[in-house]
């Protein structure tokens, strides 16, 4: 059972990774990008390829054995990214709920952007999507699923 310790980790890991700002951590795969967080008994790590359109997975460790995970589709739907979208999907991505730890809140809102998260399950057994709307046009769509993981 994953416990209320690893559902503020995973918070933290989300908000200390990709939604931080910081560069990728070194590759482990031709032209991938990862980033890793660690607070003993557990480690995660979010590694994914491409940009403007990308396909990733988010795992958590927990003393060496995987114990979650989650894989991610998304993609951009326009030919140009709006200025300041980085910015404001890092935003949204650092609001995670506790609730739904997932990606971001079901509703964030900043300037002429509007992102919109939905999901059924739980952290045990999850799926969901995401929009960005820039001035009122879908711009960005992500398709996500996961869970628990045991051997």
Known sequence: MLSKEFVKFLIRAKQNTYASGKPA?????????????EEEPYLYID???GGFHFIGEEAVWQKGVAVWGMNYYGKMLTAQVPDGFSHFLKAALSKAPADA??????L???DDFEFHCSWRGTLISFEGEEAISF??????RLSFHGGEIRE
């Open 135 to 140: 001035k009122k046009q879908v711009i960005y």
């Open 101 to 106: 730890p997932y990606r971001g809140p079901s």
């Open 47 to 49: 590694t994914w390829l």
């Open 108 to 110: 964030y809102t900043e």
């Open 25 to 37: 951590d070194q590759t482990s795969r031709p032209l991938s990008h990862d980033m890793q967080y």
